[in-house]
């Protein structure tokens, strides 16, 4: 083998410069079955399945474009969590692994409108994300985005469900992951 074929060979093997296929990896934050523990109701149902289909097809683009996962969880209060330990007392965020010291909120339309933007959308996910936050206006009686760590951030888009038929309110949304090193 000569030394050009030697090298290419040996660029191709390392695994620094080529890790190989991605392997399955374990959430480190929480199970599925930890993230989804309220009370299923008609309207949260109803949210739910309207949310994930728009969903879907979007991610959170940063250093890692991390895609959206569905969470939701019996909140027996009328506000929204004003601090990071509400939500890491919903099991929804590791504190050993995760900062709860940065904590951050934004309304709904400071994080969408960004993300809204058709003239600035270079991955096509702007009529997406348009929809989404129709149906987080139209879902929730009140809702927020929160964001907490550093470097590797937990974002959250959340509002309040209520029953419509003496159910139990509901905590719910989306959580993704927001890299940036």
């Given at each position: 083998m000569e030394k050009e074929d030697s090298d290419y060979m040996a660029m191709l093997n390392n695994s620094t410069i080529n890790p190989g296929p991605k392997q399955e990896q374990?959430?480190?934050?929480?199970?599925?079955?930890?993230?989804?523990?309220?009370?299923?109701?008609e309207t949260l149902t109803s949210a739910f399945q309207a949310?994930?289909?728009?969903?879907?097809?979007?991610v959170l683009v940063s250093e890692s474009d991390e895609p959206f996962e569905w969470i939701s969880a019996d909140w027996a209060q009328?506000?929204?969590?004003?601090?990071a330990q509400e939500i890491i007392q919903?099991?929804?965020?590791?504190?050993?692994?995760?900062?709860p010291s940065t904590f951050k909120t934004k309304t709904l339309n400071q994080f969408f409108d960004p993300l809204v933007?058709?003239?600035?959308?270079?991955?096509n996910q702007a009529?997406?994300?348009?929809?989404?936050?129709?149906?987080?206006k139209d879902a929730f009686s009140d809702a927020q985005?929160?964001?907490?760590?550093?470097?590797?951030?937990?974002?959250?888009?959340?509002?309040?469900?209520?029953a419509t038929s003496g159910g139990k309110r509901a905590l719910a949304g989306l959580r993704s992951?927001?890299?940036?090193?």
């Open positions: 374990t959430p480190s934050l929480a199970t599925t079955s930890q993230l989804n523990t309220a009370t299923p109701n949310i994930m289909n728009v969903s879907n097809d979007l009328d506000k929204l969590p004003v601090t919903l099991g929804w965020v590791d504190p050993s692994v995760d900062s933007d058709e003239k600035n959308d270079p991955y009529k997406g994300f348009q929809k989404m936050y129709k149906l987080f985005v929160y964001f907490i760590g550093e470097g590797s951030i937990n974002v959250f888009v959340l509002g309040i469900i209520n992951l927001l890299v940036q090193t």
